[in-house]
């Protein structure tokens, strides 16, 4: 257990999961706004929530440089911290909106449902158009049987895939090597 206990004490990988859990708890919060102000919480606006982790991205990697690397930092250091820290804020994020549509408000997840099925419908003919009539009535099945399950998934698929360009670019951004070793 111990062995355990030193592997994440490394700086490495728990700046990036504390910073990765504050993270996600302050997605959730924003989740919690839009309910509290009327907006569908689940619906497309909650992307907006991504620049939440751009920017503890961007913190989280210039405190690792200036701190612990001592104004140094490699790209696969920079990579290593933008990813734990995108995976573990989607999945505390994930977490806390499942729990929150399952125990405190399903009136959250059926607006959900509901939203799904409207857009579905408003997009039927450009749908059944390019892909058929059969691709249609698999999307409908998906959006009627749906369950809260399917947040968690979903949460940690959109963040990866916002996450690749991002964690790049400001990995490079913030990459500083000692190149005094290669002149000798």
Sequence with gaps: MKNILNYFGHPLLKIPLLAGFTTGVLCFLYFLGLHAVGLPALGNIRVLDYGIHIITMIATIW??????????????EGLTIGYVLNTTAALTTGWL?????TQVNPGIFAEYITNSK???????????DQFGPETF???W??????????????ELTK???????PILIISLIFRKQDYSVINH
Excluded: C, S
């Design 63 to 76: 405190y690792y440089r200036k701190y612990v690397g001592h104004g140094r930092l490699h790209l696969w």
């Design 97 to 101: 909106i499942y729990l929150f549509v």
């Design 118 to 128: 409207m857009l579905l419908l408003d997009g039927k003919k450009q749908i059944t």
């Design 137 to 139: 009535a698999e999307q």
């Design 141 to 154: 099945n998906k959006v009627i049987t749906m369950k809260p399950g399917v947040l968690l998934p979903d």
């Design 159 to 165: 963040k990866t895939a916002l996450a690749v360009i």
